[in-house]
């Protein structure tokens, strides 16, 4: 049993059931999809606990999946390019691809088991391109924590396909290396300064 598979059960156990019924509903419909958040960060740093499942699926057919989603789960809300949905205390996220970013994703996910349900989840580049893209501070510091995590990351191929599609991103992606070489602050430190 994972880290994660431990916090979750202390936790939120129910996200494991929610997370295989996801799962078991995309791909009966043979939706493309990848998992992201910190259900997939977990695949690849010490984990943190959530309560909530993203997943970036492909926006073909948004309608009949949002449709569907409500039938099984408690609908929060439709939107163009996010529907929310819960089950229990479980959030679920589901964010239509079409940015650069989410397509990248789509395009590079990986084969992973996650609380126990064989899922396609977002690569390592794939997470920190997403946290780059994000105003969010606990994305920022999954960032850091996945770039000082993974040395073997690979930081050219999201440099170049930042460059290509997000230029106007580059600043932000040199700032969040150079962070990351830095040695991480003490936890009393990060609550006086942040960033």
Not at 16 to 28: D, Q, R
């Amino acid at each position: 049993m994972s880290a994660f598979d431990v916090l979750v059960d202390a936790v939120l156990p129910d996200m494991k059931a929610t997370l295989a019924k996801l799962i078991e509903i995309l791909g009966a419909r043979g939706v493309r999809y990848v998992i992201g958040g910190a259900n997939a960060l977990a695949l690849y740093v010490k984990p943190r606990m959530t309560v909530d499942i993203d997943a970036f699926v492909d926006p073909d057919r948004k309608d009949d999946l949002d449709r569907l989603l409500a039938e099984r789960f408690e609908l929060v809300h439709i939107g163009r390019f996010h529907s929310k949905f819960k089950d229990g205390e479980v959030e679920i996220d589901i964010r239509y691809a079409g940015a650069r970013t989410e397509d990248f994703a789509l395009a590079n996910s990986r084969d992973a088991v996650i609380l126990g349900t064989r899922v396609k989840a977002a690569s390592p580049e794939a997470l920190l391109w997403l946290y780059l893209v994000s105003d969010k501070e606990q994305n920022f510091v999954d960032a850091l924590e996945l770039i000082r995590a993974l040395p073997g990351l690979d930081l050219a191929l999201v440099r170049r396909e930042v460059e290509r599609h997000d230029p106007a991103l580059l600043a932000n992606l040199e700032a969040m290396l150079e962070r990351a070489s830095e040695p991480p602050s003490s936890y009393d430190a990060s609550r006086e300064g942040g960033r």
